[in-house]
Structures are given as structure tokens and as C-alpha cells.
């Protein structure tokens, strides 16, 4: 994996590692581990030497053909299916954000609390459209489109063979909030209990009149990995800060798991969202 986790001091600029140079070290590094040149890798895949080296040096974007071929010699599971979307939806992610979708498509346990709206992993097409419209006011029609549909391709993590364990726990507020009216939010509420019902999903819903709580900093996400240490991703307006240095990523671990303790339990979190949807 390209790491994209190390903060850089203070002052100093963030390099944001484009999709297609990601693939094309995760294709070296599949490869490599294949024990193949480029040209042999070329032989197997059907395309020249010249072609698998541009891509490797993301200098040249691959296709979905070569895609699908790479992952069957490789043997990598599907990985570099994977950031296909990711890799054909980048102009639509904000230069900040983009190397956040690199690594939430590799996680293994994504933990996630949000104090204004159903996380993005989860929400649907209309739902989303609605918060990126009201989020970019200046936006046209076109471009709202283009955000949503790659904030939908970033949900095709759910269709791996692993999927990522999902751990979400959210305000009150945000299952009773009818962005995009109450129609949509009827549906994002009945998506949301679909999701629940997966092993891999859960979903927890900490009540308005929880007086105090471990989350009155704000939203954040926990992203852990196979191999790599695991990654605090805290976002803003306009910008974020990703890190994985122990002293950050452990006290926000804690207070997920205070929040998952101060919140409903799933059932009764299931019960509550029922409820509201009744009520619109």
C-alpha cells in the first residue's frame, strides 16, 4: 500500500498521491510478488511491455480490460478492480480527499462517528445528492452528478469478498434531519436498516439527550488495516487531516469506544430508526 497517512509538519504542503499512481505501485507491487517482469506480465495480459511500464509509473491510465486481466494473473483478489472507480471518479473528489478514498478501498475495519449526516459509505444516491447540493451551492446540476456518483463508487467496498467491518455511530439528529425531504430521508432511513442487517455493518445511534458524551469534539473515522498501523482521519471544511502516530490515534479509539457504550445498542438503534421512519 502507498503510504498517504504521515502527516507533514506544520506549514509544509501535503503531496496528494494521485489514483493512478497508486494503481500503478500496487501493480508493481503484485507483480514483484508474482516473481514477473513487465514483459512477462505484458505476454500473459495481451499488451506490450511499454504499456504495463507507463501504467506501473502512472503515467498512463489503465482500462478495465487490462484491469480484469491483471487481477486474474495476479492472483490479487480483485484489488486493482477496486480503485477502478476511485481511479475514474478522481476529478470528481476534492484534491484533499482523494487520498482518503485510497486507503478507506483497502481497509479491513472502517470505525466512523458523525454529527450531521448518515456517513457516506452509507448513504444513497438521492440522499447524497441532496447533501453535496446544499454543501456546494455554487455547483451546477452536472457537477453534483459527478460527486455523487463517486461517492456511490466508493461504497463498492461492500462487494468484496471481505468486506471492511463497519462500526457507525451516529447523532439522533441525523436519522431525524429530512435533508432532500422527508420522502428521502424515508429511503436513507430504510437503506440504513438494510445495511445493519449485514453482519459486517453496524449501526449505533447516540440520543440528543445524552447530556455529555465522548464525542463532543466532532466527527472522525478510524481506518484499520491488514499490515499498516491504523489511521485517524479528521475532516473540515474544505480540508483534513489524516495521521497515523499512536498519540493521535489512540484517544480517538477510546472515545469511539465510549461512544459505542454512551449509544443505543444496535437493536434499539434499529428500533429508533423505525420509529422516525413511521413518523414521516
Known amino acids: ?32 510478488a508474482a516473481g514477473l517482469t ?26 478495465d480490460r487490462f484491469t480484469h486481466a491483471c487481477d486474474r494473473v495476479l492472483d490479487t483478489g480483485g484489488a486493482l478492480g477496486r480503485i477502478m472507480p476511485l481511479l475514474k471518479n478522481a476529478d470528481a473528489y476534492a484534491a484533499w480527499f482523494k487520498p482518503y478514498t485510497l486507503l478507506e478501498a483497502e481497509a479491513t475495519a472502517i470505525d466512523e462517528y458523525q454529527t450531521q449526516t448518515v456517513p457516506g459509505l452509507l448513504q444513497t444516491a438521492s440522499y447524497a445528492r441532496a447533501v453535496i447540493a446544499c454543501g456546494v451551492p455554487a455547483a451546477t446540476p452536472e457537477e453534483v452528478e459527478r460527486k455523487t456518483a463517486a461517492r456511490m463508487a466508493r461504497q463498492r467496498v461492500f462487494e ?21 425531504g422527508r420522502a428521502v430521508l424515508r429511503g436513507q432511513l430504510a437503506h440504513l436498516l438494510a445495511m445493519a442487517d449485514r453482519h459486517h455493518v453496524t449501526l449505533s445511534v447516540l440520543p440528543t439527550d445524552s447530556q455529555e458524551h465522548a464525542g463532543l469534539d466532532g466527527s472522525w473515522i478510524l481506518l484499520e488495516f491488514a499490515v499498516e498501523p491504523p489511521l ?10 489524516m495521521t497515523d ?14 461512544l459505542c457504550g454512551q449509544a443505543l445498542s444496535p437493536r434499539a438503534s434499529a428500533d429508533l430508526v423505525t420509529a422516525v421512519m413511521r413518523e414521516l
Open 245 to 258: 502516530q499512536a498519540r493521535d490515534v489512540a484517544p480517538a479509539r477510546g472515545a469511539f469506544v465510549a
Open 38 to 63: 513487465q514483459e512477462q506480465l505484458a505476454a500473459e495480459v495481451g499488451y506490450g511491455r511499454s504499456k504495463v511500464s507507463m501504467i506501473e509509473g502512472g503515467r498512463r491510465r489503465p482500462d
Open 160 to 180: 468484496r469478498d471481505r468486506p471492511p467491518f463497519l462500526r457507525v455511530v451516529v447523532d439522533e439528529v441525523v436519522v431525524r434531519r429530512p435533508i432532500g
Open 232 to 241: 485517524l482521519y479528521v475532516e473540515g471544511r474544505g480540508s483534513a487531516t
Open 1 to 32: 500500500m502507498v503510504d498517504l497517512r504521515v502527516v507533514p509538519p506544520a506549514g509544509e504542503p501535503v503531496l496528494e498521491p494521485g489514483a493512478a499512481a497508486y494503481y500503478g505501485t500496487e501493480l508493481k507491487r503484485y507483480r514483484q
